[in-house]
């Protein structure tokens, strides 16, 4: 079983601290076996909350033997089990809660054998238009506009993912600014621009031979994705000349 390091970001741990890690030793570490780790990934997962390293004074991550080894769970997880990371977060939570928790929907387990199909891979939640009317706290009325200008749209079987709540509840919000679903097409435009330089980015590993390969595919769009949000929302903070808490 792992466990999370004992200190959290504001211990004020000093570099001469014994048993501690710089990032760059923790690259050098994990690419033994996982070579294409980079140290944007493992601040990925550190933004994911999958780790949390230590921090010196003056701000430089510290990593224990114990994150470095929940790592390479993380990591193995990813590329054994063909697991997303909000699985593989689940996972871990219910471990330090002390439940006997088993891994979903397993993937290759030893050299040699063939992935799941992708009907045996995890697959987002869905909800059903009432659920996420309730959901949002709007009606049928305005869940039809903001579906005529793009910023929700249903899956084929007529349901939405899980994540178009999110969606539903952030535009909402910002209808009790006076933004209209009207003014948000141009956020919608800039989202699908930034999802389409993703998938460009990570199209020659879908369409690879190894199915090793293509199943890092999943965990680079992960990665890419998330650090383009924070990208976009540094850039608006920027603009604006605020600082979000």
Not at 29 to 35: A, G
Not at 41 to 62: A, D, M, N, V, W
Not at 144 to 152: H, K, N, P, R, V
């Amino acid at each position: 079983m792992l466990h999370t390091p004992s200190g959290g970001a504001g211990n004020g741990i000093t570099a001469a601290d014994s048993g501690l890690m710089s990032i760059g030793t923790v690259l050098n570490v994990l690419r033994e076996e996982f070579p294409e780790v980079t140290i944007s990934k493992i601040r990925f997962l550190e933004s994911e909350g999958l780790i949390e390293p230590q921090r010196t004074p003056s701000g430089y991550r510290k990593f224990s033997a114990a994150d470095v080894e929940r790592l390479g769970h993380v990591l193995r997880m990813q590329r054994d089990h063909y697991l997303p990371l909000k699985v593989i977060r689940e996972y871990f939570d219910a471990m330090e809660r002390g439940e006997e928790v088993r891994l979903p929907a397993l993937g290759r387990q030893r050299d040699g054998e063939a992935p799941p199909e992708s009907s045996e891979r995890p697959t987002a939640a869905r909800i059903g238009r009432a659920e996420l009317l309730a959901a949002a706290g709007i009606g049928e009325q305005e869940l039809a506009e903001w579906e005529s200008y793009g910023l929700i749209t249903p899956l084929s079987d007529g349901v939405y993912d899980a994540e178009t709540a999110t969606v539903a509840s952030l535009v909402a919000e910002l209808g009790r600014f006076g933004i209209e679903p009207r003014h948000l097409r141009v956020m919608k435009a800039a989202a699908d621009r930034e999802a389409g330089l993703v998938d460009q980015v990570v199209a020659p590993l879908k369409r690879h031979r190894n199915p090793q390969t293509r199943a890092h595919a999943e965990a680079r769009v992960q990665e890419l994705a998330g650090l383009t949000v924070k990208l976009h929302a540094a850039l608006v903070q920027t603009a604006l000349g605020v600082r979000l808490p």
